[in-house]
């Protein structure tokens, strides 16, 4: 393909893992907030165990397909993942005997909120912008992704996130409602991100794909599924890359 | 007061009228796009009465809280404000016996997504972004805020707008949903409006409120309502003034 986003308009990003390097941003404010207390603890292990019980606690609310029902369209009902966080932080410092106040607890959590972004991603955005609208389409909150935008400099035209549409992605919910307020058909629109549950599901919606491949999300020793793959519209090493690919 | 943003950690901004000139941009649209055809037409004149046009149909479609009730809610539902000044403009070319045809409808209709910013606008966001969240709270649909801050190099840490919250300003809804998502409580976000009816609905729900002069909003002879009231906490000349007085 020579113009892999020819008639494409938008780009929709994920934003934790694609955009930002969680992982080491959260192991290092732990690392920073716990101090020596406890140094048997390995906090990238921590993390990770963070992040899977934020997935399980997310499917739990919502049902495989994402949709959070009801209690998602009354807006107020919504679950913060914020408190999503938290609240899976504190079992996981219980279980492994970890003493922390709520002030720590609290500031810890906050950390997903300022999630550094990768090397590439403020200048690869840069040069996308000059020829698409860049929007993120995000499950955390929309203080939570305007939060990291601030604190790394990236620069949307939107913010878009699950608690706008009540329905968390892979839920169609999430990624037709981007596409609506965008005011613009899925064939426009180019989803991009590293996980490929999140572009397998706008494909299937008819959007355009970029798949994004983060090797080190979950680390140096980090198993993660960076084969690249025809069925994507662009594979890319990073969105400096991507940015080439679709001749920004 | 000597810090009157001192605790606000948000700015809010109405768009069309208070951060850009939808009537100098609107004039010069239709000029250039009927030329000389009907030559004893006063553009100006029809812009006020299709912005008129376009405040009388949102009220008939809201009642006059501004909540567009089961509809809005819905989503699917909600009319596209880009439809409400299409059809204002049909009714008021018959009525001045201009014909145009669909594509110049059409394109007459987006120079609503391309209002130019107040000379001070750029400027002024770009300070006050340095010490604040900056965010749009339209009655414009989400695209059109989106295609206005991009053709105008207007940097919001996030766009809302009516479409999301299924209710126009002054609802109630659409400013508690802006709070909502920003995960902040209305004392510690400002509203800034050249109208003084979003300004007072703002406070009324325990907003802190800004009020920018447009004396130029319907034009050199329009009349506006421009005087400082000391029941806002700022009342500024211009965005530049504004961050003055916020101390960016």
Not at 53 to 72: E, K, R
Not at 106 to 131: F, K, M, N
Not at 151 to 167: K, N, S, T
Not at 198 to 207: I, P, Q, S, Y
Request: some cysteine.
């Amino acid at each position: 393909m020579t113009d892999p986003g020819g008639s494409v308009r938008a780009l929709l990003f994920d934003v934790q893992g694609t955009a930002t390097d969680f992982r080491s941003t959260v192991v290092e404010a732990a690392e920073h907030i716990v101090g020596g207390r406890w140094p048997g603890i390995d906090w990238g292990g921590f993390v990770d165990r963070w992040r899977a019980a934020y997935f399980a606690a997310l499917t739990a609310m919502t049902g495989p397909d994402g949709a959070a029902g009801a209690a998602g369209a009354a807006g107020a009902e919504w679950s913060s993942v914020h408190a999503v966080y938290r609240d899976s932080l504190r079992r996981l410092l219980d279980e492994h005997g970890v003493r922390l106040d709520d002030t720590e607890v609290e500031e810890l959590t906050l950390s997903w909120q300022r999630l550094r972004p990768w090397p590439d991603t403020v200048a690869g955005l840069e040069r996308l912008r000059s020829r698409y609208t860049l929007a993120t389409l995000s499950n955390a909150d929309v203080s939570a992704v305007v939060n990291i935008a601030k604190a790394g400099g990236l620069r949307w035209d939107a913010v878009f996130a699950a608690e706008m549409f009540g329905a968390f992605k892979p839920s169609p919910a999430a990624y037709l409602g981007a596409a609506r307020y965008l005011g613009l058909p899925p064939e426009r629109i180019m989803m991009v991100a590293c996980h490929k549950y999140d572009v397998v599901a706008a494909a299937g919606l008819g959007f355009r794909t970029a798949f994004v491949a983060r090797p080190l999300e979950f680390g140096v020793a980090g198993a993660v599924d960076v084969t690249y793959d025809r069925a994507f519209d662009v594979n890319a090493a990073d969105f400096l890359d991507l940015a080439d690919q679709l001749g920004c």
